[in-house]
């Protein structure tokens, strides 16, 4: 067992005393690279304290070292108030276990600064300057009794300095401390961590002439200043030997937003950061700055505001382990979110997949690894994490992608589309079910109910729409084009689907190990729970033949199934919550289904007749009678129409029996006929329920973003016409991709005179020509043999040999009706048997004649309406009542498929009719990769992906994306949309090279090239000028607010004002109104006064008078 070594340079490990005799382990508090570290309590004093752990594993010289100098510095200069308190070294022996080294230190329980600015910042606050101001200032005076006693601590940063529960700011770490014998010496070893590093420090290491001295310690101050403003340091997104690379090289970094902050707060962090340190000032000058010294006096207060925020931050839930865990973490290469860097794509892959990182981006491209397991990636928290952030601001996700089309369809007022491809299994579905998911949130939807008919969308479509194979338990046997409906200010406000290419053969026939569509197992079980099975003519006992797999039991495997029943409630939610109407609707859903089920059982026997004996009857008359019940139809109409068919010739009408092969023909089409009209109906229905008009303005014409969801590239040991078609399908997105990604790029560079590297991709146009093109194309071929009532299979596989001259194409030897095909995914060998029969796929008009009879709405209504170019079932929008299965009268040919229209014509058409989709919004790609072939879980098949990244263009798409620029827009464009970054918001510039040449100039944007006519940018400027453009707006929103508030206040004190003016006005003139009332009053009483006065002297003078004459 390995043992410490027992001496240092100046400290010997033996004299350490037993930490066990006074401290005893309470709880973990984080992991570092060179051990652990603990929660002690002290047994003598109760106290508690954190100790790092040393395992003997990882000592070695180096190491020695480090213990030596933290332990001296923290020995010497612990006693200061903002340095961390040291309260011993102890020495642990254990022979068997290994000895360990333990270093007591303060317990700083409030985290690093640095969990405080980023938990802040996660609740859209950000920390006050004088609290800034306050940290700073401590770090200073920490910094300056290093200095004063010759230490550089060399590793200031966020995570550095903690903080305790009262407010206190200590310096920790000092393992790459250095000592010098005097305060003027200078040291010449690059150390550090490198965001944080000095010019001058990282100088050291490629000129061995370079010194530097405290001053160091300065610059890493003032990088930790920007960090407590921005969350992170400059340069963060970088790989940290980049940073070094580009540190000395940059300009002096400056906080993200100096707008938002104070001039005193930019001048202290420009002071820190002079890249001269001969010129930069020591701690004692910072210590003077007006920045520091606005604290003054109020150090108590801002104290327990920190002490407030600390105590804020941990019920949120950053706590103070976190910053333990980063402490003893030394850098290391990191997994990178960003693979477009690299050559060799494979291992990285590999290597995050280990860690459980299945998202990773190439460029602008997602790569998602399909775990094969359950991942706590899609919770509320992360939801929240991705909205409106920068692409480089949190690991990749399929939220991430979301985010973006979200914020370019509102930006650019321009549609979007998603377009998720991948082999079968790879794990599309899931990935389109989590985007929804996203763009429903970012949406905000006006009600809740409109959010969940929206997520429960895709929920229902594909219980109809998927089925369990050979490779994938929940594969998608047809192709959906989901558009997401906005109005131009961003808020979701429908949703609406386009079905592609139902594999409608699997309802009829199933190959060995797979099953039919979802749905048909949820009902059964769902019934059967409900006692409901005999109303439908099902049977508790008997697998309906549609069913029947030699893999499956009726009772264990489909009645009993448990998750089937959870399926079937789920399925009817979905009905309910989206507004179909369960009395009516799922009533004649649920009877069609049964009707399929029941028809599929019925069978046919040859009959003799005096002419011939190719004649059919059926054999079980009760299970066509139960067909004909839950068809609303008579029973000997039924038979008639399967058994027999009608030939008008010359104007007579001609019955002609069906032998048996043609019986079951009719059989299975009528099957298959009535499912896939069905399965349209439903599309159609939801798109009635989900449609937006009633929701968009005037002058809102709406915006989309279209999400792809579709069949992944199959390759099965017996390859048929719907493999082919899923497969031609795959071709044309592929070509999609090849074209968006490498030839309209490559051919811009040649027409704007742009100086870029040619990257060869792998072409598949040639492939798609062998398939799509007239008249000598394979379905154009495939169309015309289908024509011609005696060809065969063999005839048409011959036809293919003959007329298609590829290297893509083949026959190989011993099959007689194979044929191969070189696809962009690799080689294919398809069987032609069925094709032509497939292709056909009619209909026969007596069984559509037949059918309009019937007595049950919907099945009346999936009959009445004609097929559409692409094979879907027109559904009137205009529903009758509350049904929605009104019926409008339509000439009988067009609804009995007598134009014949074959499988390969409707396929053709629908992929113009997705193309069209597709291209008319800016594409974000997703590529889904199958990790394994067994569906395991952490099993990674480096082969197996390698092929993907190949033949999914990949590989080449790194190459691209890093050599080129993925982003063209016409000068008038970039000028409309990025002026306000470096002019005056109310004057727009000219358009002209110059002006984009000055925007980016402003924006300190590298890499970028003007053409002609455009401006070339990388796949990363794009993102960032619009976040310049979001906060520019933001901050032009929050002055335009503060103005308008001010102008009403101002107004307020105007209208207070006059109040006031007009209160005294009428006070003045009621106190004259008083005033005079009451000298009125006083004058009257006066006269009184005199009148009565005058009139008793009057009455004197006449008694006086009187008296004199007596």
Known sequence: MKMFPQSGKSIIFDTFPDPTDTWEIIETIGKGTY?????????????????????????????????????????????????VKFFGMYYQKDVKNGDQLWLVLELCNGGSVTDLAKGMLKRGDRMDEAIIAYIIHEALTGLHHLHINKTIHRDVKGNNILLTTQGGVKLVDFGVSAQLTNTRLRRNTSVGTPFWMAPEVIACEQQLDSTYDARCDVWSLGITAIELGDGDPP???????????????????????????????????????????????????????VFIRQIVGRERILQKQLMELIDLNQQIGTTGKTRYRHDLQRPHIALLDDLVTLEVLDEQLQRRYAKDQIYTYVGDILIAVNPFHKMELYSPQYTKMYIGAKRTANPPHIFAVADIAYQSMVSYNADQCIVISGESGAGKTES???????????????????????????????????????????????????????????????????????????????????????????????????????????????????????????????????????QFDAVEQCFKVIGFTLEVHTLYVYSTLAAILNSGDIEFASVASEHQTDKSNISNIAVLENAASLLCIRPDELQEA???????????????????????????????????????????????????????????????????????????????????????????IQFYFNQHIFAWEQDEYLNEDVDARVIEYEDNRPLLDLFLQKPMGMLSLLDEESRFPQATDQTLVEKFEDNLKSKNFWRPKRVDLGFGIHHYAGKVIYNAAGFLSKNRDTLPADIVLLLRSSENQLIRKLVTHPLTKTGKHTCVLCVQGDT???????????????????????????????????????????????????????????????????????????????????????????????????????????ASPETCAAILEKTKLENWVLGKTKVFLKYYHVETLNLMVRQTIDRIVLVQAYVRCWLGAKRYRKILEKRAQSAVAIQSVCRGYLAKRKYKELVEEKNKAAAKIQAHYRGHRERKSFKKKR
């Open 235 to 289: 340069l963060s997104d970088l790989h940290p030997m980049r940073a070094l690379f580009k540190i000395p090289r940059n300009p002096p970094p400056t906080l993200y937003q100096p707008e938002l902050w104070s001039d005193h707060f930019n001048d202290f962090i420009c002071k820190c950061l002079i890249k001269d340190f001969e010129l930069r000032p020591n701690v004692l000058d910072l210590l003077q700055h």
């Open 35 to 83: 051990g652990k570290v603990y929660k002690v309590l002290n047994k003598i004093d109760g106290s508690k304290a954190a100790v790092k752990i040393l395992d003997p594993i990882h000592v070695s010289n180096d190491i020695d070292e480090e213990i030596e100098a933290e332990y001296n510095i923290l020995k010497a200069l612990s006693d200061h108030a903002n340095v």
């Open 884 to 990: 929605g299965t009104g019926e409008t009268t339509h000439h009988p040919r067009e609804s009995t498929n007598m134009r014949t229209q074959t499988v390969a014509s409707y396929f053709r058409y629908s992929l113009m009719d997705l193309l069209s989709k597709m291209v008319a919004g800016q594409p974000h790609f997703v590529r889904c990769i199958k990790p394994n072939n067994d569906r395991q879980a952490s099993k990674f098949d480096r082969e197996k992906v390698l092929v993907q990244l190949r033949y999914t263009g990949v590989l080449e798409t790194a190459k691209i994306r890093r050599q080129g620029y993925s982003h063209r827009i016409l000068y008038t464009n970039f000028v409309n949309r990025y002026y306000i970054l470096a002019f005056h918001a109310h004057k727009e510039p000219e």
């Open 642 to 732: 399967l058994t027999s068919h009608c030939v008008v010739a010359r104007g007579e009408t001609i019955v002609r029996p069906n032998t048996v092969e043609k019986a079951t023909e009719v059989r299975d089409a009528m099957g298959k006929a009535l499912y896939g009209r069905l399965f349209s109906w439903i599309v159609n229905r939801i798109n009635t329920l989900l449609r937006p008009d009633t929701h968009l303005g005037e002058d809102d014409k709406g915006l989309n973003i279209g999400i792809l969801d579709i069949f992944g590239f199959e390759n099965f040991k017996r390859n048929s016409f719907e493999q082919l078609c899923i497969n031609i399908a795959n071709e044309q």
């Open 432 to 566: 389109a079910h989590l985007l929804v998911e996203q763009l429903t949130v970012l949406g905000k939807a006006n009600n809740r109910s409109l959010q969940e008919k929206i997520l429960l969308v895709n929920n229902l479509v594909e219980a109809f729409g998927n089925a369990c194979t050979a490779i994938n338990d929940n594969s998608s046997r047809f192709g959906k084009y989901l558009e997401m409906k906005f109005t131009c200010g961003g808020t979701v406000v429908g949703a609406q689907i386009s079905e592609y290419l139902l594999e409608k053969s699997r309802v009829v026939h199933q190959a060995t190990g797979e099953k039919n569509f979802h749905i048909f197992y949820y009902i059964y079980a769902g019934l059967a729970e409900r006692k409901k099975l005999a109303h439908y003519k099902l049977s508790d006992s008997k697998t309906p033949k549609y069913l029947l797999n030699e893999h499956i039991k009726l009772g264990p495997d489909i009645v009993n199934n448990t998750f089937y029943k959870e």
